[in-house]
């Protein structure tokens, strides 16, 4: 059985919303990443991976993006523990809230960041950039 999680690459204006992870995240602690989360099972539901996302978001740095969200990518991969996951990616366009490390066990800081110095950075993992060259390229189509 997979976990399925939801990341959000959220645009505002030519910058994306990127998160310095926590160091006491057991997965990716302490690198750049998007807001993004464990789906929690609802039992029947309509648009669960959208409103997990929408929730991960407003806890984890405090914001709300616009109502569409698109479908940017998924891929999978493997936790430490075993544990398989499922990650879906989607595009956002901010809305409104003051982006900030609101969840401290989650995150450690945000930056708003341009496909540039994302791809540059040290500290952006792989699949950070391919998420943020995917939805980079779905926004521009």
Request: with cysteine; hydrophobic share 40%; aromatic share 8%.
């Amino acid at each position: 059985m997979f976990l399925v999680n939801v990341e959000g690459a959220v645009f505002k204006e030519d910058k994306w919303l990127i998160i310095w992870r926590s160091e006491k995240e057991e997965h990716a602690g302490g690198g750049l990443a998007l807001v993004g989360g464990t789906v929690e099972n609802e039992g029947n539901s309509v648009d669960i991976l959208e409103r997990t996302l929408r929730r991960e978001l407003l806890e984890e740095v405090g914001i709300e993006v616009k109502t569409k969200l698109s479908y940017v990518r998924s891929t999978s991969f493997m936790l430490e523990n075993g544990s398989e996951v499922i990650d879906i990616v989607f595009l956002c366009e901010y809305d409104k809230g003051e982006a900030y490390a609101k969840s401290p066990d989650e995150v450690d800081a945000v930056y708003w960041m341009n496909t540039d110095e994302i791809l540059g950075h040290p500290k952006a993992p792989i699949w950070l950039k391919d998420s943020i060259r995917a939805a980079q390229k779905l926004r521009h189509r």
